[in-house]
């Protein structure tokens, strides 16, 4: 079926380091989300970005629809960023995302 | 910001029982998801809706079922709970489907022993 890949499984930093997370898609997006989910479980959404470059604070989301692949880019890390990045895609003009497995952030002060 | 409420928050029964897990969103958001998590990997979608009395199948609907009695209430329905069940369930609500941003409830925590 239809995946997402995401890439590092894990991730350690040191704090102001900055990190680069991805997330590979099989087919063509029409819609691509990252989520953060706390070591508590709760679950946000980072940013929508199905092309193309946005920024959000800290964070910098570049995707390549042609390539199938998206990053997300968080700059000076803080140990409050420590969790779980996910990567979400939606193939087709359902309502429906699939998730990637995330990745697992890890930021030592 | 959008809310969205689940309950109970931590649910322990036996195999075969009958579990319902209960989502509730009050911003009149028309698309509701049944989402279930297990150690190590992201979320599966079981079930979703874009109103109510509607429903679509997600890619784990295998032993669910889910209603959705009004915009703004969703349910999840475990008839004859098994231990490959036991998991952690987010309820999710978005305006449009996924062109919007989806809000998390706080996670239902299911124990099938």
């Known amino acids: 079926g239809q995946q997402v890949q995401q890439s590092p499984a894990s991730l350690v930093l040191q704090e102001g380091e900055n990190a680069e997370l991805q997330c590979n898609f099989s087919?063509?997006?029409?819609?691509l989300q990252w989520f953060y989910q706390s070591p508590g479980g709760s679950l946000v959404s980072l940013l929508s970005?199905?092309?193309g470059t946005k920024h959000t604070g800290r964070l910098t989301s570049t995707t390549v629809t042609k390539e199938r692949r998206s990053s997300l880019h968080i700059s000076s890390s803080q140990t409050t960023d420590s969790g779980t990045y996910l990567c979400?895609?939606?193939?087709?003009?359902?309502?429906?995302?699939?998730f990637g497995d995330g990745t697992v952030l890890t930021v030592k002060p | 910001e959008a809310a969205v409420t689940q309950s109970p928050r931590n649910k322990v029964t036996v195999t075969g029982g009958n579990v319902t897990l209960s989502c509730r969103q009050t911003?009149?958001?028309?698309?509701m998801y049944w989402y279930r998590q297990d150690t190590g990997h992201g979320l599966r979608l079981i079930h979703y809706?874009?109103?109510?009395?509607?429903?679509q199948i997600g890619d784990v609907p295998d032993g669910y079922k889910a209603t959705r009695t009004t915009q703004e209430d969703f349910f999840l329905l475990l008839e004859l709970a098994s231990p490959s069940q036991t998991s952690l369930y987010f309820c999710?609500?978005?305006?449009?489907?996924?062109?919007?941003?989806?809000?998390f409830g706080a996670g239902t925590r299911l124990s099938v022993l």
């Open positions: 970005n199905p092309s």
């Open positions: 087919s063509t997006a029409t819609q």
């Open positions: 979400a895609i939606e193939y087709t003009n359902t309502g429906k995302l699939t």
């Open positions: 809706s874009y109103g109510a009395g509607n429903l």
């Open positions: 999710a609500s978005s305006g449009l489907g996924s062109q919007n941003t989806l809000y």
């Open positions: 911003n009149s958001h028309n698309y």
